[in-house]
């Protein structure tokens, strides 16, 4: 069973940081693109980052959280991590861990969603 474990959302104010972990279970985690997804309320959900589980190559960034989230992933752990910095009162969403990531509608796997507040 495909398991994906999300954590590390929270309540921070505008241009603090937080990091959130993404446990993968269930399938090879070398064999799959995984990444974040976030969906505000009333808007879809969106991609925000996606990397290889092979050799950690960074699939894209959205436009948006260029420059201040990095994507990163620790094979022996089976876990992606999305280190937020700068963060804006507009990155308060759900995020999602898929399996895989390149594209929404391509995504087989969600995690549960972990909430992140980032007040004015």
């Known amino acids: 069973e495909v398991q994906l474990q999300a954590s590390g959302g929270g309540l921070v104010q505008a241009g603090g940081s937080l990091r959130l972990s993404c446990v993968a279970s269930?399938?090879?985690?070398?064999?799959?693109?995984i990444g974040w997804f976030r969906q505000a309320p009333g808007l879809e959900r969106e991609g925000v980052s996606c990397?290889?589980?092979?050799?950690?190559?960074?699939?894209y960034y959205s436009e948006s959280v260029k420059g201040r989230f990095t994507i990163s992933s620790d094979n022996a752990k089976n876990t992606v991590y999305l280190q937020m910095n700068n963060l804006k009162p507009e990155d308060t969403a759900v995020y999602y861990c898929?399996?895989?990531?390149?594209?929404?509608?391509?995504?087989?796997?969600w995690g549960q969603g972990t909430l992140v507040t980032v007040s004015s």
């Open positions: 990397i290889s589980g092979d050799d950690g190559r960074i699939y």
């Open positions: 898929a399996v895989p990531c390149l594209e929404r509608e391509y995504v087989d796997y």
């Open positions: 269930g399938f090879t985690f070398d064999e799959f693109a």
